[in-house]
């Protein structure tokens, strides 16, 4: 059964930073492009990060560019997302999701996606 869990969400104050963690049970994480996704509420979910399988490239929104880092430990099974000099504006739910076989260019968009985890809530908040 293929799985993907996220973990590493929480409240932190602006400016502070936070790792978040897409652990891949029941398929090999490697061979998959994997993204980010957040929603806030009342707002339709949103690419925020994406690193494709072949040769580790990377797609950030323009909103993350700078502050965000996507990288992937195919050791582990796991990929992560290293959030920088957060903001308000970051608070969502954040999703990882994995797809094999799409064109990575279009990896910033939710409907490549096949597997998606069950989300992990960042709130960012003085």
């Known amino acids: 059964q293929l799985q993907l869990v996220e973990s590493g969400g929480g409240l932190v104050q602006p400016g502070g930073s936070l790792r978040l963690s897409c652990a891949a049970s029941?398929?090999?994480?490697?061979?998959?492009?994997m993204g980010w996704f957040r929603q806030a509420p009342g707002k339709e979910r949103e690419g925020v990060s994406c690193i494709s399988s072949s040769d580790d490239s990377t797609y950030y929104a323009d909103s993350v560019k700078g502050r965000f880092t996507v990288s992937r430990d195919n050791a582990k099974n796991t990929v992560y997302l290293q959030m920088n000099s957060l903001r308000p504006e970051d608070t969502a739910v954040y999703y990882c999701a994995a797809d094999q076989g799409s064109p990575f260019y279009n990896c910033l968009a939710s409907g490549m996606y096949d597997y998606w985890g069950q989300g992990t809530q960042v709130t960012v908040s003085s």
């Open positions: 029941g398929f090999t994480l490697g061979y998959y492009a």
